[in-house]
């Protein structure tokens, strides 16, 4: 049995999701055992904690320690995007693949010197867009592709939540300009990939981006105001290459949305309707049903969807998003053995920056761009 050695850098939300997947990944990927070698936080304390409760052989402080370690063969890099670059670089010029989180750079020429320096070194790159490896959007993309919608007319697209819709939450990480954009590139890289997933390259748009919120706290309970700088909602409306426009909504002061990243898809013979706060289920509308029958079907996740029947071999029993994350580390596992991506990798997550700046630029000159 090949094992790969697996460092992860970050413990926060997304270094456990990362730790749980590669942990939960190895009860799937055969003869390919991932083994967690090392894990690094600039918080030792959190290193040693998370490796405690993930089984790493060993913690650091360092992150740099794990791109030096001959046991590792793969960096997993969940830190605050103004570190992407660097420690992406690092690893790719060590020799090894990289996973690492969205978005992948704070601006596309940052996006293309990671792509092309991986490309160079031959290394396998992934970027973390999971929500794409949901099997009932892998269903959508087919039936668009097959041709079951008929010709694409439309495309709405939203990806909005409520965690930055109090005023009083102090600036964090997420506001600082150095790391790129706001929510446009928080969120909207998700919406973004999403459509292009579905229906393409993207060739032009129309961007409006609005700070709410002018200013935070400097830190928690804090009478010192910082000056926000990055945007807080983004409006979209896209041309896609194939012909088809729509509009695309990113907001993170959305109160009351949790995680609402939908979208819907209208063609000249039916329609697709999804939203992630219920992502095993796709609705599906076909215009030949009769006046007095017509509506949304619901396509409910089950085993004929692979990968599902790995998790459950129910249908409807839903697997959630820790699964997600799963499926995306089996499927950087079964790149790095073909030595081929199969993407979201970082020549997608490139495209993607490029689109994420154009909206940047078409909101300052208020016009029409192409990326």
Avoid at 89 to 94: K, P, S, T
Avoid at 209 to 231: C, I, N
Wanted: net charge negative; charged share 20%; aromatic share 8%.
């Amino acid at each position: 049995m090949r094992k790969i050695g697996i460092g992860l850098i970050g413990t926060g939300f997304m270094g456990k999701s990362h730790a749980m997947a590669w942990r939960a990944a190895a009860s799937f990927s055969g003869d390919v055992q991932p083994v967690l070698v090392s894990v690094a936080d600039i918080d030792g304390a959190a290193a040693e904690r998370a490796a405690a409760q993930f089984g790493f052989q060993r913690w650091t402080s360092q992150w740099q320690d794990l791109i030096e370690d001959p046991e590792i063969d793969v960096i997993s890099i969940t830190s605050p995007n103004r570190f992407h670059a660097e420690q992406s670089l690092a690893a790719i010029a060590a020799g090894k693949h990289v996973h690492c989180e969205k978005p992948l750079a704070p601006n596309s020429e940052t996006a293309e010197r990671m792509a092309r320096a991986a490309a160079e070194a031959g290394v396998v790159t992934q970027v973390g867009f999971n929500y794409v490896k949901n099997p009932l959007l892998k269903l959508a993309k087919q039936m668009i592709a097959n041709g079951e919608l008929g010709e694409i007319t439309g495309f709405r697209g939203i990806h909005a939540e409520d965690f930055m819709a109090s005023p009083e939450l102090p600036w964090s990480w997420r506001l600082d300009p150095s790391g790129g954009a706001g929510a446009v590139a928080d969120l909207g890289s998700h919406i973004l990939g999403m459509a292009r997933f579905l229906l393409g390259p993207i060739s032009g748009m129309f961007a409006d981006l609005d700070t709410v919120v002018k200013a935070r706290p400097e830190k928690a309970g804090s009478a010192t105001m910082k000056a926000v700088e990055v945007d807080d909602i983004a409006r979209l409306t896209v041309k896609f290459a194939r012909g088809c426009s729509g509009q695309i909504e990113a907001n993170w002061v959305a109160s009351g949305h949790k995680m609402q990243l939908g979208f819907e898809v209208t063609g000249s013979k039916g329609a697709l309707i999804f939203n992630q706060e219920r992502f095993n289920e796709l609705q599906f509308f076909r215009n030949t049903d009769t006046e007095s029958r017509n509506g949304f079907t619901t396509i409910v996740a089950g085993p004929d969807h692979a990968p599902y029947g790995l998790f459950c071999p129910a249908p409807g029993h839903q697997i959630g998003f820790n699964d997600l994350k799963t499926i995306e580390m089996l499927e950087f596992i079964q790149s790095i053995m073909q030595g081929k991506a199969q993407g979201p990798d970082f020549q997608e997550a490139w495209e993607i920056q490029k689109l994420v700046d154009a909206a940047l630029r078409s909101s300052r000159e208020r016009s029409w761009v192409t990326p």
